[in-house]
């Protein structure tokens, strides 16, 4: 099963920029469709909303309404590493950022540990 692990979380202020990234085992990747998630302090895990994903075969993305335009995802092959371009943030935002991974012809699905994020207003 592939591996994956969260950094670049941290404090940031109210309008700053954050960069995370997501180191994979993997090393193929268009039969993946690939994720971010977070988690708000206090929640359960079934309540991981998907803030941004892309798509494997092809680079299709997809963003949350509320973080459309400030969001970049995108995946870099040659380092085996998913990112996740945050800016303009907001206090709203503070929460524990996943990665997750999920194989498109059987639906197996991987998590990270999770890096967190806290926004300063």
């Known amino acids: 099963q592939v591996q994956l692990v969260e950094s670049g979380g941290g404090l940031v202020q109210a309008g700053g920029s954050l960069r995370l990234s997501c180191a994979t085992s993997a090393r193929t990747f268009s039969h993946y469709e690939m994720g971010w998630y977070r988690q708000p302090p206090g929640e359960d895990r079934e309540e991981r909303e998907l803030v941004a994903s892309i798509m494997g075969r092809g680079g299709g993305t997809g963003y949350a309404d509320s973080v459309k335009v400030r969001f970049t995802v995108n995946l870099d092959t040659a380092k085996n590493a998913l990112y996740l371009q945050m800016n303009n943030r907001t206090p709203e935002g503070t929460s524990i950022y996943y990665c997750?991974?999920?194989?498109?012809?059987?639906?197996?699905?991987?998590w990270g540990r999770g890096t967190q994020v806290v926004v300063s207003s």
């Open positions: 997750r991974f999920e194989t498109t012809t059987t639906q197996v699905v991987t």
